[in-house]
């Protein structure tokens, strides 16, 4: 029994698939918990399925109609008297409704409270708080915009240049960047016309262009007794369409007083929503230093090892004590950044055909190991691979005392790592580790757009 | 492979086990795709089963609160003594049952209610209610309602849904289909509008009365919608009934429903409709619109007035090209608020003619068109813009319904002519014509009929007995194709080019016989593109078209129309 009173979850039940129910699997034989998997008859030999003392099918291999299946997932739950759901990352793990079924049906949730993960959920609420609590956002229109002539105005007001935006817009369409005044009006003219062409929609919003920015997160741990921590930051620049590709921790770009800073923010953002358990805050940083609030995760992140590194903290498992009730185990002067770690993930998919997932059985694999070398995944050797789910098979993580050296590291790793009957995206993490410009730590968002573009 | 290969590692003994208690009341199960939903979901998707969108049939407070204006409703005769006429045994018990389990006196609740800002009486069934069957209250409320309407002159709307007549109250409950009916009638020569709204189940005596009776007939989807009711018709004919049979969709196939309206676009229609019968808003003539006319022809320089001789032929190819502008274009461009009506509430909708009511700078008319379609499924879902005699007949209800409303009619024209073939002989396709001539003729509201492509013979005439008819520049209007007019008096329809020269089918060239009365110029080439020029264009003339006839008499618009035609 723990200080408030409360007792440590006897059996907790994953509801996830692949490499991360496997990551929560194994925290929980750590510390004794018995565990329950849920698979979908396309996930029967899943390490996760095996893995996991007891193991209940949810479904055919749609994801609507099992990891995705409320109602299912809450009858194994009960059938199988788990008193916890660690959802993971992905499927259920930020539906607000789910975790308030959870709730309703006396399930305890490993994650934060409905009401903030709807709260976070929507954008324009979620900058709301923000900016309420004082968290720098991306200067831009607070309202809808029609006009060129209301567009311009918000534009000076703004400052140049601006992302000109369609309300219904995605993957670049509706979408301009104007530089100054003189080419405002065409650009908005052009984003304005995509927009009514594409979606029937003539809603605009102007935001600062923030150029060459990079993509910093902070991981946040919240318990219910009040206390927020800050365990630094991740750099997840290297992207692909807006997907990460690679991760490190700490940022090259980061100064130990920017940190602190930055830190402090995220620290605040979470205290002011009542944020309890793990979370992740983004925020767009330009070059100049200046940082700006993007969204908040209210999960745990796929790429949540690197942080695991540098700061030897298990986050899986500090999730499950908070959601018991549990204090933090660490306070924030006792949390130290050592080292530096990187993360590659591998996804079956073809780099040649656009990245298409590339499905199928693995027919001969081969893991790297040695110091400080970390391979989270849920395949094995003549493991099929099924068609339904996310095309990410294997995470590798190397930590060592330097980033020079952890790049020598990954490379070598990468180098080790072999994985056959199915096509990866190995050789382009290769590439990626092997650019110059990546060893010399100048990266921004548009990095891969930049040198992978065919 | 590698199951029952890990070893175990927790070391506790379950002495507890967690015992989730779920609370009762979370989830139902969907009576149509039999899943488990959750509650508060249901209820926050207008009671529609977010996994497979079947309707769940609402009680009539909540179908209230989903249409009116918040707290609006002021509800009329909610008190009314058990009626039991036959003395039935067990029924005044039974009604109290019903009344105890509903909180409601009767299966249908009325009253006084605004929409969208626009007053209205409603009428709700509530089918909790014993099937809301109809006996003398339900009867009576209803009549009581549209009496109170036609004397305030307030629209009505009632949601229908019911198992028919009740069965208790035997003849007197027969009674109630003509008692309704009656007042309805009344109320319709009152000039004043009542909507109907279909919804799970309708079906027997009040199909078979008001039901059936709006000038509008709106259904949700899904919803069973007939007299005898499904398992009765299998029992009698000994048949199997086919998928589908007597849902609202087949009703609106054979051309009894005017639209399908899902349940959470309900009030945005309804508000609608309403304001479409609420008389002109802001007629004006809109000064900046010439405007940016000029600026548009300015814009296109000197291009406009370039030599436009041309042969016949030339004419007859550009009004059949499959670019070319069809009613739906002109329909989007001219008009705001468009509802399309369906059916001719005899046999069939018919898909080559597109009608319904809209607003034209805020004056509510009804606007019918002709359209061809424009991908090859469209084209036959339309039939190439061939009009079958349900389509006359459609064209012809709107009209009437029209002249009820007050409302002027505009036709756009654009037919290769009337659907030839078996099914339009044995329904009449002659006669439907015939009938469209003979009832045009009459009509008490001004009507302008513009042919927009082609205009081709009786099919086109059949909406042109108007007061004033109009033509696209390069638009043709013939007594029938320059092919089949080479092939009757030349037996060689390859004449086609030569007999358009001798047809005089040309915009011009009737403007000239004074077949047609004003000729629309086109941008060139006409289509999508260069839409907002054109109907910038024909704007401007239909704004004087409506300054013209305006506030003409019924008298004086129905004797210039006779005029108009006796002079041939």
Redesign the interface.
Known sequence: MNEAGEDMF??ILVANRGEIAVRIIRAC??M???TVAVYSEADK?A?HT??A?EAICIGPAASSESYLD??RI?SA??TM???AIHPGFGFLSENA?FAE?CE????RFIGPSAEIIHKMGNKSEARKTMMEAGVPVIPGSKNPVFTIEEGLKTAKEVGFPVMIKASSGGGGKGMRISESEEDFEINFQNAQMESIKGFSDNTMYIERFIERPRHIEFQILADRHGNVVHLGERDCSIQRRHQKVLEEAPSIAISSELRARMGETAVRAAKAVGYENAGTIEFLLDQSGNFYFMEMNTRIQVEHPVTEAVTDIDLIKEQIRIAAGEELSVKQEEINIVGHAIECRINAEDPEKNFRPCPGTITELHLPGGRGIRVDTAV?N?YRIPANYDSMILKLIVHDKDRASAIAKMRSALGELVIEGVKTNLDFQYEIINNPDFEAGDIDTDFISKYFTK | MLKNMFKKTYTKIDTKYHTNTIPADLWRKCNKCGKPIYIEDVYENHNICPKCGGYFRISAYRRINMIADADSFEEWDCEMEISNPLQFPGYEKKILAAREKTNLNEAIVTGRVQIGGYPAVLGVCDARFLMSSMGHNVGEKITRAVERATKEKLPVILFACSGGARMQEGMISLMQMAKTSAALKRHHEAGQLFVSVLTDPTTGGVTASFAMLGDIILAEPGALIGFAGPRVIEQTIGQKLPEGFQTAEFLLEHGFIDKIVKREEMKKILTNILKLHNGRTEYAYDAKCSQRVTSVSQLKGTRQMKARIRSAWDSVQLSRKTDRLAASDYIGALFDDFIEFHGDRYFKDDGAIIGGIASFRGIPVTVIGQEKGKTTKDNIFRNFGMPSPDGYRKALRLMKQAEAFNRPIICLIDTPGAFCGIEAEERGQGEAIARNLFEMSSLKVPILSIVIGEGGSGGALAMAVANEVWMMENAIYSILSPEGFASILWKDSKKAGEAAKVMKITASELKELGVIDRVIPEEEPANRDTLPMITEKLKQSMTEFFETWFDRDAEDIVNNRYDRFRKF
């Open positions: 006897q059996k034989r750590e004794g918990i018995k030999e390490l095996m893995l003392d409320m109602e809450l739950c009960v008297k788990a008193d409704r079924l309703k049906c006396g399930i094995y003549n």
